[in-house]
């Protein structure tokens, strides 16, 4: 069973950074496809930035310019670094791999991001 261990969240003001972790129990460039999700309470599960074969990534809208997912080489470990964070980046976070657009794995308990002041 792949687990999914994500940390890094905490409460920040509004404008500040974040780098969030998510470290798989597998050889994370096993799958070509990793991601970033968000759910905000009382919403569902929106995926926010994907990254494909270690180095092509996308991001939703509402979090382009400001996220940058990554991943490094000889380290099974997800990153997220976000910044000019606002209220509504606040969400529990979670990371997956992704195939044929799918979560492929359990998810993990997530990382609480609070944005406030």
């Known amino acids: 069973q792949v687990q999914l261990v994500e940390s890094g969240g905490g409460l920040v003001q509004p404008g500040g950074s974040l780098r969030l972790s998510c470290a798989a129990s597998?050889?994370?460039?096993?799958?070509?496809?990793w991601g970033w999700y968000r759910q905000a309470p009382g919403k569902q599960r929106d995926l926010v930035a994907t990254?494909?074969?270690?180095?092509?990534?996308n991001y939703a809208d509402s979090v382009k310019g400001r996220f940058t997912i990554s991943s490094r080489n000889g380290e099974n470990t997800v990153y997220l670094q976000m910044s000019s964070l606002k209220p509504d980046d606040t969400a529990v976070y979670y990371c997956?791999?992704?195939?044929?657009?799918?979560?492929?794995?359990?998810w993990g308990q997530g990382t609480q991001v609070t944005v406030s002041s």
């Open positions: 997956n791999a992704i195939n044929l657009g799918a979560p492929m794995y359990r």
């Open positions: 597998i050889n994370i460039f096993s799958i070509r496809t």
């Open positions: 990254i494909t074969d270690g180095s092509s990534t």
